[in-house]
């Protein structure tokens, strides 16, 4: 079965400045998906950028991109120019590739970001 | 337009009674689920639906029913509800189910308070 860890249950950052969301997965799959998800507090959950292992390029979307190590398991969020409505849950995401597995996602602990003044 | 909807947002009862939560989709899609998010915002697969018919039943309790009368909706029904089941309750969906490259979009959520 495949896991997902966030070992930061909270993390702050200045207005304007950079921030790193880390993600690690445990899965014996060659290919599969990685998502990051936004949950504000209005609950809804939102999608904020997603890699498909077989890229070796990191997905980049405006302010936010990731790095995605797949030998290391590694699939951090980076956040530049931060905003305050960046201030979020954020959550790392797996999904299997493989064809005739259903579907599902599975889910990181979250971090709670803060964004400050 | 709202791609994923979920009635009610909020739903208040008391142990023992049984509810439901209804979930729609206008993004044509062809699979649908349900996924449940605990007091400690841990979020878990619950049942997912690909055209009709059941291909994610992860481990809950048989209280609760799932139903999908057509691909548009998926609807959760739970039986006899108990204090351990207040949670925040997210349908979403996607355009496939088995390893397609898709996204899931997520409804609005449900949260249910057991009394």
């Known amino acids: 079965a495949q896991t997902v860890t966030q070992s930061q249950p909270e993390m702050s950052v200045q207005e304007a400045e950079t921030v790193t969301l880390s993600c690690t997965y445990d899965?014996?799959?060659?290919?599969?998906?990685l998502f990051w998800y936004k949950q504000p507090p209005s609950r809804q959950m939102i999608l904020v950028i997603r890699q498909e292992a077989y890229k070796q390029q990191n997905a980049t979307e405006n302010r936010f991109s990731v790095n995605f190590q797949k030998a290391a398991k590694s699939f951090s969020l980076k956040i530049s120019d931060s905003q305050l409505g960046d201030a979020a849950m954020y959550f790392c995401a797996y999904r299997s590739a493989i064809t005739g597995t259903a579907s599902k996602l599975t889910f990181g602990t979250g971090t709670r970001l803060q964004v400050t003044l | 337009d709202t791609a994923v909807s979920q009635t009610p947002k909020y739903l208040v009862t008391q142990m023992g009674n049984d509810k439901s939560i209804k979930c729609e989709q206008n993004?044509?899609?062809?699979?649908m689920y349900w996924y449940k998010q605990d007091s400690k915002k841990f979020l878990k697969i619950m049942f997912s639906y690909n055209n009709k018919e059941l291909i994610i039943n992860e481990t809950v309790p048989n209280r609760f029913s799932p139903k999908s009368p057509d691909k548009a909706h998926l609807n959760l029904h739970i039986n006899s509800l108990e204090l351990g089941d207040s949670a925040v309750y997210f349908c979403a969906s996607s355009q496939a189910g088995f390893g397609g490259a898709d996204t899931q979009y997520f409804g609005p959520g449900t949260r249910l308070t057991v009394l």
């Open positions: 899965t014996s799959e060659s290919d599969y998906y």
């Open positions: 993004l044509g899609h062809d699979t």
